[in-house]
């Protein structure tokens, strides 16, 4: 079965300086992986996700996820955080697209000003 | 895009009352809806997985007569919390599959108080 782990459940940037998420990932299948953010009572929204078709993908809002096989990771990055990038940030994972989700823990993503 | 509209975003209910959540896709047929529930600060757990027409899945531990999901249209999906709890008080977020370039579409949640 799939899982993805998600690590640091806090992470704390100043406003301009690189934002790095970590998520790691297991499947027995080339994974379908996916970055949401999430803000307060809010759904998810989906900020990028990878199929296999390149390895570095682009997202919304500046942000950006590198598929290492050899890593199993799917890190999240932004070059320079905003504050409005304070969120709640999911890493998930499906192994044929088409079955459900399967969600990291989350990283709660703080910018301070 | 795809869009999924989730009603009530927000539900106060006395405990043993139930309670109806609906999942409406808007643009696109969702064959296949999954329902989550998230705990504060938690990440979802996948509660059931139903497609139109037929009987829902349900994940194991998940009281299937407790939450009872209908999909009886490609485009409505409805979780219901029978005589609920307090302990069921959560934040209970749709996600229907569609073929577009996301594949997932999500709900924007509800919250659920039983008092």
């Known amino acids: 079965a799939q899982s993805v782990t998600q690590l640091g459940s806090h992470v704390s940037v100043s406003e301009g300086a690189l934002v790095l998420l970590r998520c790691n990932y297991s499947?027995?299948?080339?994974?379908?992986l996916f970055w949401y953010v999430q803000y307060p009572n809010q759904g998810l929204q989906l900020l990028l996700k990878?199929?296999?078709?390149?390895?570095l993908v682009k997202g919304i809002n500046g942000f950006e996820a590198e598929f290492k096989k050899s890593e199993t990771s799917f890190h999240l990055t932004k070059p320079s955080a905003h504050m409005s990038d304070a969120a709640e940030y999911f890493c998930?994972?499906?192994?044929?697209?088409?079955?459900?989700?399967?969600f990291g823990k989350g990283t709660r993503l703080s910018v301070i000003a | 895009g795809a869009v999924v509209s989730q009603h009530p975003s927000w539900v106060i209910c006395k405990s043993g009352t139930s309670v109806k959540i609906e999942c409406r896709s808007l643009?696109?047929?969702?064959?296949?809806m999954f329902w989550y529930r998230q705990f504060p600060k938690q990440s979802l757990m996948l509660m059931a997985t139903?497609?139109?027409?037929?009987?829902?899945?349900?994940e194991q531990g998940v009281e299937k007569d407790k939450f009872l999901i209908n999909h009886a249209s490609l485009t409505l999906s409805t979780l219901t919390v029978t005589s609920a709890h307090p302990e069921d008080s959560s934040f209970y977020i749709c996600?229907?599959?569609?073929?577009?370039?996301?594949?997932?579409?999500f709900g924007s949640g509800t919250r659920l108080t039983v008092v």
């Open positions: 998930a994972v499906s192994d044929t697209g088409n079955t459900p989700l399967v």
């Open positions: 643009d696109f047929q969702a064959t296949t």
């Open positions: 990878y199929t296999s078709a390149a390895t």
């Open positions: 139903s497609n139109e027409g037929s009987k829902a899945t349900y």
């Open positions: 996600s229907a599959k569609n073929t577009g370039l996301d594949g997932y579409t």
């Open positions: 499947s027995s299948v080339p994974p379908y």
